[in-house]
C-alpha cells in the first residue's frame, strides 16, 4: 500500500529560523517524491520533485530511501512562505498522486 | 493564459439536487484528473482519463460520473447530493511523453456546498 504520511499538521516558525516540514512514506518500490505548495487562495502548485534535485524558493529536499523519507527544508524562513504543504507520493508507472495530510506551515514576523 | 480551469469557483445546492463541475486545460496534456480536499485538507484521488479513457476510479460512489468529452475536458456530475459530498474538488492535468508521466498541473478548485 502507498501511504504518506506528514505528522506536524500545524508548524509555527519566526521569520528568518529554519524551517524542515518533514514527510514519510511507504511504499515497497522506487517512489516518485513531490512537494507541492497552496498559498491563500490560490491553487496548488508544484513546488519540486525528488528526481529534479533542485531548490526552488530556497526549498530543498532529499529523498532518503533508508528512512523512507523526503523532509522539505529551507535555511531561513520567509514571510511569504507561509501557505498550506502537501508531500505526495507516485508509484513507479502509475498515473495517481497520493498526497499527505498537509501541514499548514506560518511565518512569524 | 494557458492553464487548467475549472467552473463554477463556487457551488452552493440543496442535499438531493444533481449538479455538474467543469474542468478545461490547454495544457496539450492527454491525461486528466479529479482530487477531492475534505474538510481537514486532506486531498484523494477519485477520477483520472487518459486520451478520454478512464484508468484510475477511486472506489467513489456511483452518484458520481466523470466525462471526457475530449481529451482538454473533464467534468464531474454528482447525482443526489449528500451533505458529505461538500469538499473543494480540484482537476488536475499533466502529460506522458515517451513512457514517463510529467508533473501534475492542478486547477483553482470548485468549493461545493450542500446544505
Known amino acids: 500500500a502507498q501511504r504518506v504520511t506528514q505528522p506536524e499538521k500545524l508548524l509555527s516558525v519566526f521569520k528568518g529560523a529554519p524551517v524542515e516540514l518533514k514527510c514519510n512514506y511507504s511504499y515497497s518500490g522506487s517512489p516518485e517524491l513531490f512537494w507541492y505548495v497552496q498559498y491563500s487562495r490560490q491553487r496548488l502548485q508544484l513546488l519540486l520533485r525528488h528526481i529534479s534535485r533542485e531548490s526552488i524558493k530556497g526549498f530543498t529536499a532529499d529523498l532518503n530511501k533508508g528512512e523512507t523519507s523526503f523532509h522539505l527544508k529551507k535555511p531561513f524562513a520567509q514571510e511569504e512562505d507561509s501557505a498550506m504543504y502537501y508531500c505526495?507520493?507516485?508509484?513507479?508507472?502509475?498515473?495517481?498522486?497520493?498526497f499527505g495530510q498537509g501541514t499548514r506551515l506560518t511565518i512569524n514576523p | 493564459d494557458t492553464a487548467v480551469s475549472q467552473t463554477p469557483k463556487y457551488l452552493v445546492t440543496q442535499m438531493g439536487n444533481d449538479k455538474s463541475i467543469k474542468c478545461e486545460q490547454n495544457l496539450g496534456h492527454d491525461t486528466m484528473y479529479w482530487y477531492k480536499q475534505d474538510s481537514k485538507k486532506f486531498l484523494k484521488i477519485m477520477f483520472s482519463?487518459?486520451?478520454?479513457?478512464?484508468?484510475i476510479n477511486e472506489t467513489v460512489p456511483n452518484r458520481f460520473s466523470p466525462k471526457s468529452p475530449d481529451k482538454a475536458h473533464l467534468n464531474l456530475h454528482i447525482n443526489s447530493l449528500e451533505l458529505g459530498d461538500s469538499a473543494v474538488y480540484f482537476c488536475?492535468?499533466?502529460?506522458?511523453?515517451?513512457?514517463?508521466?510529467?508533473?501534475?498541473?492542478f486547477g483553482p478548485g470548485t468549493r461545493l456546498l450542500v446544505l
Open positions: 488536475a492535468s499533466s502529460r506522458e511523453l515517451a513512457g514517463v508521466l510529467g508533473t501534475q498541473y
Open positions: 505526495a507520493l507516485r508509484g513507479q508507472g502509475a498515473q495517481k498522486l497520493v
Open positions: 482519463y487518459n486520451n478520454k479513457e478512464l484508468i
